[in-house]
C-alpha cells in the first residue's frame, strides 16, 4: 500500500475478513500462484501473489521523486531485496 502511495499510483484495496476469505480460498477468485493473501490484479485480469513480489513490481513501475522505489542497479537491488527479505 506504501509503495502504491508513494507512487501516487491508484489502486483498490480490497480488505477480506476471515469469512469472506474461507469462501474464496480454492475458489475461482483465488490466484494460482500463492496460496494465501494478498494478490495483486492487474487491470482486473490475472491475479499475483505473495506480498514481497508485488512489492517488487509496483516498486518497478512506482517512482517517487523522479526516481523508481525499486532500484535497477542489481547491486542496489540485492540490498533492498536483502532488507526485504529480513523484515517480513
Not at 26 to 48: I, N, R
Request: no cysteine; proline share 6%; glycine share 16%.
Amino acid at each position: 500500500r506504501l509503495a502504491f502511495t508513494l507512487g501516487g499510483i491508484a489502486f483498490k484495496d480490497n480488505m477480506v475478513d476471515g469469512e469472506a476469505w474461507g469462501k474464496m480460498k480454492g475458489g475461482p477468485e483465488h490466484p494460482l500462484t500463492s496460496g494465501g493473501l494478498p494478490w495483486l490484479s492487474v487491470d482486473g485480469g490475472k491475479k499475483y501473489g505473495q506480498s514481497a513480489a508485488v512489492a517488487r513490481y509496483v516498486g518497478k513501475i512506482a517512482k517517487y521523486e523522479g526516481k523508481a522505489l525499486y532500484p535497477e542497479d542489481p547491486l542496489a537491488a540485492l540490498e533492498v531485496d536483502g532488507v526485504m527479505d529480513a523484515v517480513k
